[in-house]
């Protein structure tokens, strides 16, 4: 995770954000003129759309190391909200909850494709739905990106082995529609073996 929560509200703050970027003459949004390492902490903590998909928990084939994601959440995850409850000490909390750096990112393979973080280290835009681009955190959960509404619970009501019962696949996909920089017209495996749980990004 970032030094964010998940869904924490989007900074206003941002000096040199322009939501209309799009606009002839409008300023160039931070997230297309910086490289992520050159970003400071304000603008990289709102590059976090709130999603909490890195917040799943993931379990890791023992023989390949593939990483597959499962419904079940950090135990730390609000699944209303999409917040983390004590984001500030989750590293102290959650020992593998993993601190995203510009260096961190270009190692994780297995952050979600819809991870802003992940999108413009590989030279994309953020999408339509993005709060920084919408203007609104709503719209990740409209969108059908973040987790909401798609939990089974907390990793402390699941055993190890009931984990593989709950490998999903949507943490890894885009849903229909949510592809795209521009707002829409109309807004409306066999299972790997488990080694050991991860958490966090
Ligand atoms: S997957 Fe990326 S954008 Fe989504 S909550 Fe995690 S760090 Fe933020
Ligand atoms: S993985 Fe857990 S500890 Fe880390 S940010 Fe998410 S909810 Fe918080």
């Known amino acids: 995770m970032p030094d964010r929560a998940p869904s924490d509200p989007v900074p206003t703050a941002v000096p040199d954000v322009a939501p209309d970027a799009g606009t002839p003459g409008a300023a160039v949004p931070f997230w297309r003129a ?44 609000e699944t209303h909200s999409c917040h983390c409850s004590d984001y500030p000490n989750r590293q102290e909390q959650v020992s593998d909850c ?7 990112v270009a ?13 413009l280290d590989e030279g994309k835009d953020l999408p339509w739905w993005h709060p920084l681009v919408s203007g609104s955190a709503e719209t990740v959960h409209e969108a059908g990106i973040s ?16 984990l593989v019962d709950h490998v999903v696949s949507w943490p890894l996909r885009w849903p229909k529609g949510s592809r795209g920089t521009g707002l829409p017209a109309r807004r ?6 488990p080694r050991k749980p991860l958490t966090g990004a």
């Open 98 to 104: 993993v601190r995203l750096t510009p260096e961190a």
């Open 147 to 162: 987790v909401r509404g798609k939990v089974a619970g907390g990793e402390q009501m699941f055993g190890l082995f009931e």
């Open 107 to 119: 190692e994780l393979s297995w952050l979600p494709p819809t991870c802003a973080y992940r999108l």
């Open 188 to 193: 409306t495996r066999a299972a790997p073996r």
């Open 34 to 77: 910086k490289s992520l390492a050159h970003m400071n902490p304000t603008e990289w903590e709102s590059l976090c759309d709130g999603c909490g998909r890195c917040c799943l928990v993931k379990l890791e084939d023992e023989d390949s190391g593939d990483i597959a994601y499962t419904d079940v959440v950090c135990r730390l995850f």
